[in-house]
DNA sequence: GATAGGGCTTCCAATGGCTGGAAGGTCAAG
DNA sequence: CTTGACCTTCCAGCCATTGGAAGCCCTATC
């Protein structure tokens, strides 16, 4: 099998694959006489296996962890386990991160008029540095404090 | 001021004042005889409001947007809501792929033993490549409308 | 045997949004 | 005059790819 298949049999790309090799995520494959990289069925798996876990979003890193326990039959679960809720808790860190972006500026989406007039309160809370979402009429001078230190 | 004061004023970096600068977000500063960058508060100003604007995740193409917005008097909200809400709607797609990659993992996490046992469904999905990531023995039909699709 | 095309090889560069370091100039205080 | 904190530029790296250029290999066709 030559890269390209390869390629067509595992859903990776011939360059990712070769990037793959470079950096030591997979090992290097055999060479044919012309300098051709030769694939195996197996070395097919675990493109797969590669590709599923960067579906789901595993770091480098964290795939080359999982493919050794893959291939370490004496690994426990609880290992695998592990290196996957600690995956799951970045992904819930950054979930509640995008998600406090958007809600904050759904809020002030909608609390904008969106018509031909200039005032925005968008444009007011980048201004301001968000330390007043609400733009009420009282100069609220107990801000005074605001952000300035 | 020099880029140090405009850095503390503003809480960016100063190394990434001279990245903005360098990559045409902000203007190019004004210069002492000696070659230090001059600042302004209104320099400084700009800088918040990207700093704020990139901490609600916009990016800095965006951002470029939204200071021109911002210094348009003759801007209408109507721009700067759409603006945002396109922002909004790459937030709200981030998070569901997230959300999605989370769930299957917890899913698989929770079928995981976590002993000292080798048997593993995270690394059975992994290599199956999500295709079936219910192994049991009855093909559970019930579960056919949720989430998986 | 020449040629065309595809696939393979390597290396370099770019993406976004920074961050770090090296090498050197500048400035105020002691 | 020296120290040290600041400033300057440039270069390189992070993550995980993707793209392109230049050139070799292999097969097929004429």
New interface residues.
């Given amino acids: 099998m030559t890269i390209g298949d390869a390629a067509k049999a595992s859903g990776v790309n011939a360059k990712l694959i070769r990037y793959y090799e470079s950096i030591g995520l997979i090992p290097a494959a055999g060479r044919t006489a012309s300098g051709y990289r030769v694939y195996s069925s197996s070395d097919v798996?675990v493109l797969?296996?590669v590709?599923?876990?960067r579906?789901?979003?595993f770091s480098i890193e964290r795939i080359q962890i999982?493919v050794g326990?893959?291939q370490?039959?004496?690994?426990?679960?609880?290992e695998?386990?592990?290196v996957?809720?600690d995956?799951?808790a970045e992904?819930?860190a950054?979930?509640a991160e995008?998600?406090a972006?958007?809600d904050?500026?759904?809020h002030?989406?909608h609390a904008?008029?969106?018509?031909?007039?200039?005032?925005?309160p968008?444009?007011r809370?980048?201004?301001e540095?968000?330390g007043s979402c609400c733009h009420e009429p009282p100069p609220c001078p107990s801000l005074a404090g605001r952000g300035?230190e």
């Avoid at 370490?72 to 609880?78: L, P, V």
């Avoid at 904008?112 to 925005?120: F, I, N």
Wanted: with cysteine; net charge positive; charged share 35%.
């Fill in positions: 798996n797969r296996f590709k599923r876990a579906t789901l979003g999982l326990l893959w370490d039959r004496s690994r426990s679960s609880a695998v386990k592990r996957a809720l995956h799951v992904l819930e950054k979930i995008l998600r972006m958007s904050t500026l759904k002030l989406a904008c008029h969106g018509d031909e007039r200039p005032d925005c968008i444009l809370d980048l201004e540095g968000g300035r």
